[in-house]
């Protein structure tokens, strides 16, 4: 079939979804609009603002909150779609949902919480996989670019951690599928991430590039198990990750995503993978440095084979230089894959309208389940009795750390376990050595630990101040510990060997903290499992 120079170039565009902003000016959305009108741009990937996308947050911009996020963002989309010929495929990174890029919107538990889950509660990841469809049908969006399909086997990791369902293989890959079948099931697209496995690295590939030393073997017998697992279950798309395999590339250190040995001979025709395959972000330093001409890098990104270029920054420049590149056998191959997703999203017969209402009733109630059966005991709770007696006499008292004492935990403990309450908040506000002297005359301290960020930098911006207080409190009292955040941050608390209790309760949400209250309360034994292993000191 002869096809001319223009309708070829109106293919290409297809392949490009640069990145759009919910919070940009005016300016920034007109020319947006231009790339969509002037080059048939496939579809567009929603950041929150130009602060926190990729890579940027490292030049340490504000990043301004907008209460109005998502009546901007539905106002957006409906205004691309308007000018689009072909509609255009709007996707998201929402792993535990558009609150990850939008506020005010509903928020569900990290994978690392629902890693926590049992296996024969799987369900609820299902439900979790199937209400985050809904928030973004909502919305007017049809791709959600998760979930993580990562064996986080690093515990240094500076960026997988808490977004991966842990380091047992099948329940990442379990896990995996059923979030995947949950969204699925609304009619949003899934994506895994992040070919062939982000786990095992010690670097942040948004600033530089990572290197597995695996063997091939090796990833199959590890890494590629939950990618495999998803392709037997028909994953609408695998996101290649900005990360070296040496082993599949002669030894030498390219990434992933410009690789033809890792998506064409092992994905494609080792693996048998024949749907979409999407790049990770093409603005992440480990490959946006690599080419000084525009266009090179989508040129080489889509030469390795990804059909679809993920923030491509080069997009008039990428289309002309797979034009001139590129076969139109390999052109009509990805357009063909892109169209096939359009339509199971059911947006080519032009109904790419919003549909329902975000629903936070429903959130909460999922979350409280999970809650229910997320909770991990660590050390064994039966000294939970202690708590009962020392208040008898006068003994107890309790310590928020990152949380006033008006938290949700405390508030439902003091139902039946009234004692005095002592908080730190910050450095600013909070006096440690004043704390550390009104603690001295009890004998039993119950400690509610709100981890300040999900990401391991600068211990999770746990002050050492606290870190020296917790180490004190827990040599010189009976300390019972309930930790709400991130299970990592666990090997940085000195002496936490000596606890007597030990709770993780991953999420801060109410949900979570109520329900680690009752439990406490109730003496409920929780059922949550650790998703990764953990040495306390």
């Not at 070829?8 to 640069?18: A, N």
């Not at 957006?76 to 792993?95: F, G, N, W």
């Not at 730190?424 to 301290?445: G, M, R």
């Not at 109520?514 to 109730?522: C, E, H, S, V, Y």
Request: glycine share 6%; net charge negative.
């Amino acid at each position: 079939m002869k096809i001319t120079a223009e309708a070829l170039r109106q293919r290409i565009g297809q392949f490009f979804f640069p990145a759009v902003f919910i919070n940009d000016t005016e300016e920034n959305i007109q020319e947006t609009e231009r790339l969509i009108k002037e080059h048939n741009i496939g579809g567009l990937t929603f950041f929150h603002s130009r602060a926190s996308a990729a890579t940027n947050y490292e030049s340490k911009k504000k990043v301004v909150f907008n209460d109005d996020s998502y009546q901007k963002i539905k106002e957006l989309i409906v205004r691309y779609q308007k000018v689009a010929s072909t509609p255009l495929l709007i996707s998201i990174d929402a792993e535990w949902g558009l609150a990850m890029r939008i506020e005010k919107t509903p928020q569900y538990p990290y994978a690392i919480t629902l890693g926590a889950l049992p296996e024969n509660k799987s369900d609820l990841v299902f439900e979790v996989g199937k209400q985050i469809g809904l928030d973004l049908k909502a919305a007017g969006i049809q791709y959600n670019l998760s979930p993580l399909a990562d064996i986080n086997n690093n515990p240094n990791n500076p960026v997988i951690g808490y977004r991966s369902f842990g380091e047992n293989k099948e329940k990442v890959a379990n896990f995996s599928v059923e979030y995947l079948n949950g969204m699925s099931e609304v009619g949003v697209l899934g994506c895994l991430k992040h070919f062939p496995g982000h786990g095992n690295t010690n670097v942040d590939s948004h600033l530089g590039l990572p290197v597995l030393k695996e063997t091939l073997e090796e990833l199959l017998e590890n890494e590629l198990y939950p990618f495999i697992k998803g392709i037997e279950n028909n994953v609408d798309s695998i996101m290649i990750g900005h990360l070296a395999v040496p082993s599949l590339n002669d030894g030498k250190d390219t990434s992933a995503t410009l690789s033809k040995a890792v998506i064409q001979d092992l994905l494609r025709d080792k693996l048998g993978y024949d749907g979409l395959v999407i790049s990770d972000a093409l603005n992440m330093h480990s490959v946006s440095k690599l080419y000084e001409t525009k266009g090179q890098l989508e040129w080489e990104a889509f030469n390795a084979g990804n059909d679809i270029l993920c923030f491509a920054e080069n997009v008039p420049e990428g289309i002309e230089a797979i034009f001139r590149n590129a076969s139109p056998d390999r052109i009509f191959k990805s357009h063909s894959r892109i169209m096939k997703a359009k339509e199971k999203a059911g947006i080519l017969s032009g109904n790419t309208a919003a549909s329902g209402e975000l629903n936070f009733k429903k959130a909460s109630e999922l979350n409280l389940k999970i809650a229910q059966n997320a909770i991990t005991t660590i050390v064994d709770n039966s000294n939970l009795e202690l708590a009962f007696e020392s208040q008898k006499k006068n003994k107890l008292a309790k310590l928020s750390l990152y949380k006033n004492t008006e938290n949700t935990f405390f508030k439902t403990l003091n139902s039946e376990l009234k004692s005095p309450e002592f908080s730190f908040e910050n450095l600013e506000v909070s006096d440690i050595s004043a704390i550390k002297k009104q603690l001295e005359n009890f004998e039993t301290i119950l400690i509610s630990l709100f981890v300040p960020k999900a990401k391991p930098a600068n211990n999770f911006e746990i002050n050492d101040e606290v870190l020296e207080l917790l180490s004190d409190l827990l040599q010189t009292k009976k300390c019972i510990v309930y930790v709400f955040g991130n299970p990592y941050a666990l090997p940085i608390i000195p002496n936490l060997k000596k606890a007597l209790g030990l709770v993780e309760a991953y999420q801060d949400f109410e949900e979570f903290q109520k329900t680690a209250a009752i439990q406490f309360l109730d003496k409920i034994s929780s059922k949550g499992i650790l998703p990764v292993n953990i040495d306390i000191q």
